[in-house]
């Protein structure tokens, strides 16, 4: 047997136990042999390609856990406003588009208005100065406002009979929308795209993801603040194998008929049981530390959780509830303790997504029910940590969030997300951020981060038969970084690179 | 005949032929700007602010002039030689004495509150789609505006219509059509929750409940998509009604049924010197609009007395109760006191206002007989709740 491709000279982290190897054969899309040293003479031949890969670390394709494909590729030909501090910056940064691109819609996102010196978000005449012939349609941080100009506003189906229209003292509308308007029009203006436009985004987007050394996704898509149609979207790309990426859809809707409907074995991903810090929608067992009284809320009742935590049961349909406080995490896993007593139905491999904030208690019925912790460890790196947002919502309890170490010495399995487009799809600073969690005591080691993005997220999706590993007969999705992950200094981990990325025997990222 | 379509694609057209295409953007423009003045007067220069706010005023002046002349040289003129647009020194309007049509003036000149079903849904689908759509004039701000205006006026006119014919189907017991107008309705706005509160219960009262109980776990299931919220607690209510069969969902019935007063526009015609000509005129009115059912529950005496005045009512009655027209009639033979006719007008506005919203309009209130205006005068001081003079 000859390989087709050989990595040679590397630390080759297998993810099988503790095995290490120097080189890898690769021969169509699967690994066909490795070993340690020079022993590879036997797979080499005249049409082997050799790829030295310099004494870097060799790890299996990284598999991103949690990952909003549609909106990061639509978002990569928007207008991002995430470092515009004021209004001037705001009209700059559109304007300059504009010049680029005088006769197309314009569309932006990122908009903070913490971050604005106004302290509010703008109105359409704010817009219009910038421009106003050409719609522009803004979307603020966390997409639950929109700004249009008036332009827009004639350009785009508005629903102003709907609540969550603000108008001005004249009973004409700002431009701002919120609630039932923002959805609506959302869904109007993303139900507006062709899915050449998804298609054409995200082969956009794909060279970049190569370079982050992703070879598999969890596709959450669809539902609350995105679209279905997304969804529906990535389902035909997946038939289709119309990307290198490989993608696990996961719905985001609560209509499991659609869901089994279109082949699916599993729903959810962003399922909203609670909102976020940001927000101060986590619903929390305390009171916010800069908002006395309030505990977030709940978007499930115990009652419909059970109900519906049930069905999937019932249905076999792996189920990924997204938790973010520890009152949400409890709601939800006393619904899955209530299914399995029910139905007897276990091994589907249910996850919760983010759950932040998970004591003792949850991690001990997550270890017994086999619930799955989906984690994003760059929000510590961005959120956590003295000073900032976390501890500003959540006082000192900001030190109990993401306690990455304690669920998994209670035995919860942890696999690993970006949630990209919320933070960048960058695997390396994943595993930085868990590796260096601010606090000290929740920190896991190198390998531990490492197996979040390899083989616990090939188990998360009931993939760990063909991949997560580098393992003879496994798939060939293999990433070849720049230096030794072992040792290169823990705080120094986001420094490194990918270099090489393979997916399936292909090459589609070379440094 | 000329026919302008300002919902959705706009379009003039005579007789079929499509004369946009010869008229210039502003030209068109103009029209839609005063169609959408409904006849009313608009300076020449508050049109060239509207269409030519960058040009100077010399130049505005030029191309409004030259518009004008372009519409009245292209649209068609009447028996009387009269254009659409009335151009003259100080300002334009369209000419009402120009006989044209339009959906929007259609639409205006709608009532919601009109029993008319036919007229309702004829009305209904003259929006095809929002106030001129596609239209945007680069720097024409208060132009724009207006296009914005319009189309939130446009968009709530059909929502309320929408209402009001789902209650009429109702009340006219078509409930399949009621039915079929709230899911319009729901296209209009998929996350309200009054709508499908409709729906669901229209559903059961048709004796489909799977179908009500579909119907709800699909908004549900879309609501949670859409905003990631529950139903309201009116609607879960419902639902959990529905599904343990309970008997409250009847009570649930007749609640909205007292919910659902309705406002009747009453138009009354004066006649100078000829006594209770208006009362008669608001009483015949009134026979078209209410529920005959309710009306044969008001008390005899009463409809005797009001006979006097108005033998539609005795129609009615007779009608409706099945009592032989003549036993009634006889009874109101002779003179009846004028107090009489009096306190049983008073006495039906007070039982109607029970479940309606009664709204009179006097037209040419200046030939009022003497005998009804001091009864509205009554009326007006009497404070009868549901009862209004416009």
């Known amino acids: 047997m000859k390989a087709s491709i050989l990595i040679i000279n590397g630390r080759c982290l297998t993810q099988d136990q503790d095995r290490i190897c120097d080189w890898l054969a690769v021969d169509g899309e699967r690994i066909v042999a490795m070993g340690q040293g020079d022993t590879y003479r036997d797979v080499l031949s005249e049409w082997t390609v050799l790829i030295d890969a310099r004494k870097g670390t060799v790890l299996p394709g990284f598999i991103d856990s949690h990952f909003h494909v549609v909106q990061t590729a639509l978002n990569s030909q928007c207008v991002d406003l995430g470092d515009a501090k004021s209004f001037k910056d705001i009209g700059d940064l559109i304007y300059e588009r504009y010049k680029k691109e005088p006769n197309l819609p314009i569309q932006a996102i990122r908009m903070d208005i913490h971050n604005l010196k106004e302290r509010r978000f703008p109105s359409r005449q704010d817009l219009d100065k910038i421009c106003s012939d050409t719609p522009i349609w803004i979307n603020s941080s966390e997409y639950q406002t929109s700004v249009l100009n008036t332009c827009a506003l004639l350009y785009y189906k508005i629903p102003f009979t709907v609540q969550g229209v603000l108008f001005d003292e004249k009973r004409m509308p700002t431009g701002v929308f919120q609630r039932q308007a923002n959805a609506m029009l959302r869904a109007n203006i993303s139900n507006q795209y062709s899915d050449f436009y998804r298609m054409d985004a995200l082969q956009n987007i794909m060279p970049k993801v190569a370079e982050a050394g992703i070879t598999t996704a969890c596709a959450v898509e669809g539902g609350p603040i995105y679209c279905d149609k997304d969804a529906e979207f990535i389902n035909e790309i997946i038939k289709r194998k119309s990307v290198y990426l490989d993608m696990e859809l996961f719905f985001q809707t609560l209509d499991l008929d659609r869901v089994e409907s279109m082949g699916l074995h599993r729903v959810g991903g962003c399922l909203y049981v609670d909102g976020t810090f940001s927000a101060r929608l986590a619903a929390i067992s305390f009171e916010y530390a800069d908002a006395p009284g309030e505990k977030g809320c709940l978007n499930f009742t115990q009652d419909r959780m059970n109900e519906f935590v049930e069905l999937c049961y019932r249905r076999n349909l792996q189920l990924s509830l997204y938790t973010i406080g520890d009152r949400a995490i409890e709601l939800a896993l006393k619904a899955h303790e209530r299914a399995v007593t029910l139905t007897g139905i276990t091994g589907l491999r249910h996850r919760l997504e983010h759950v932040e904030l998970p004591n003792a208690e949850h991690i001990r019925m997550a270890s017994d029910l086999g619930v799955i912790f989906s984690v994003r460890p760059i929000y510590e790196l961005r959120w956590g940590g003295k000073g900032k947002m976390y501890e500003k919502r959540l006082g000192e309890n900001y030190k109990n969030s993401n306690p990455f170490r304690e669920s998994l010495d209670g035995g919860v399995l942890l696999c690993g997300g970006t949630d990209s487009d919320v933070c960048k799809a960058n695997i390396l600073l994943g595993i930085h951020a868990a590796v260096n969690h601010p606090v000290e005591q929740h920190r896991v080691t190198v390998p531990e981060a490492l197996r979040m993005f390899t083989c616990n997220g090939a188990y998360a999706i009931g993939k760990e038969a063909e991949k997560g590993y580098l393992k003879e007969g496994y798939l060939a999705d293999i990433v070849v970084l720049d230096g030794n992950i072992l040792e290169t200094e823990t705080d120094r981990i986001k420094e490194l690179n990918v270099t090489y990325t393979f997916k399936s025997g292909e090459l589609v990222y070379h440094a | ?390």
């Open chain 2, 1 to 390: 005949m000329l026919q302008i379509n300002v919902l959705g694609k706009t379009k003039i057209s005579c007789n079929g032929e499509l004369l946009d295409k010869q008229l210039s953007t502003k030209a068109q423009a103009l029209v839609y700007l005063l169609i959408a003045h409904n006849g009313k007067f608009i300076s020449r220069d508050k049109i060239m602010a509207y269409l030519w706010p960058d040009s100077t005023t010399d130049a505005a002046r030029y191309n409004l002039r030259y518009n004008l002349w372009q519409l009245k040289k292209l649209l068609p003129h009447d028996g009387a030689d009269r254009s659409l647009v009335l151009s003259e020194k100080d300002g334009c309007s369209i000419d009402s004495r120009y006989s044209f049509q339009c959906d929007l003036l259609k639409i205006q000149a709608c009532s919601v509150h009109s029993r008319d079903l036919e007229e309702l849904a004829h009305t209904k689908g003259l929006f095809c789609g929002d106030f001129m759509e596609g239209w945007y004039l680069k720097n024409c701000n208060e132009f724009n505006e207006m296009i914005l205006f319009e189309r939130m006026n446009c968009e709530r006119i059909q929502v309320e219509l929408l209402k009001a014919l789902a209650r009429r189907y109702e009340e006219s017991g078509r409930l399949e059509d009621a039915l079929t107008t709230w899911k319009e309705m729901a296209q209009v706005d998929m996350d309200n929750e009054e709508t499908a509160y409709n729906i669901v219960r229209l559903y059961y009262e048709m004796g489909n409940r799977v179908a009500a109980i579909n119907h709800y776990k699909k908004f549900e299931t879309g609501l949670w998509d859409n905003l990631n919220i529950a139903p309201n607690e009116e609607l879960q209510r419902l639902h959990r009604d529905l599904i343990s069969g309970s008997d409250s969902l009847h009570s649930t019935k007749k609640a909205i049924q007292v919910q659902t007063r309705s406002t009747l526009e009453i138009n009354g015609h004066c006649i100078k010197n000829i006594d209770y000509f208006l009362i008669s005129d608001v009483i015949s009115a009134l026979l078209r609009f209410v529920d005959k059912g309710f009306l044969a529950d008001f008390e005899k005496d009463y409809v005797r007395d009001l006979s006097v005045i108005q033998r539609d009512l005795l129609i009615c009655y007779e009608k409706t109760t099945g009592q032989p027209l003549e036993a009634v009639a006889a009874a109101t033979e002779g003179h009846v006191p004028a107090v009489r006719i009096v306190q049983a007008f008073c006495k039906l506005i007070e039982y109607l206002t029970d479940r309606y919203d009664i709204r009179l309009r006097i037209s040419n209130r200046e030939h009022i007989d003497e005998v009804s205006a001091q009864i509205i005068e009554y009326l007006e001081t009497s404070g009868i709740s549901g009862f209004s003079l416009e």
